[in-house]
């Protein structure tokens, strides 16, 4: 697991251990209230933000899927272990649904007694890119 570090912001912030305040790992758009409540900001500059960061990226032909995913399997899985779960998993003719599956069950904890990685919520989904759409028989 990385190192977090720890920082104070202007806000009525600070980041303890990879949490805004010690409590929250990632801001969220909806819900945690308690942190944009200061009539005197704008939204995006509240302690927690619903305001996206955008990054764009220029695609390639070359590029095979995007993972879109939450904490769940981020804190469980670096970004370079998932794109190699799902290369090879793509390049032995497994199809996106059952990739996910098998992402879930790879993340999900054996038990509740670790350090809570693996009990978290998980979502992910894999959009597949140039790739040509089959047809299925109903």
């Known amino acids: 697991m990385s190192e977090y570090l720890n920082f104070s912001f202007s806000l009525q912030g600070h980041v303890t251990n990879g949490r805004v ?5 990632l ?3 909806l819900g945690d209230l ?7 900001l704008t939204p995006g500059e509240q302690v927690i933000s619903g305001v996206p960061d955008l990054k764009t990226e220029t695609l390639s032909a070359q590029d095979r899927f995007l993972v879109i ?19 090879e998993r793509l390049d032995s003719g497994l199809k996106a649904d059952k990739i996910c599956e098998e992402i879930l069950d790879h993340c999900l904890a054996p038990t509740k007694d670790g350090d809570g990685n ?9 959009v597949l890119l140039n790739s040509v759409p ?5």
């Open 69 to 87: 995913a939450c904490d769940g399997i981020w804190n469980s899985m670096t970004s370079q272990q998932v794109v190699d779960f799902v290369n």
């Open 134 to 138: 089959t047809s299925s028989s109903s």
């Open 21 to 25: 305040n010690g409590n929250l790992n």
């Open 118 to 126: 693996g009990c978290d919520n998980m979502t992910v989904v894999i």
């Open 27 to 29: 801001s969220r758009a």
């Open 34 to 40: 308690q942190y944009k409540r200061n009539k005197d």
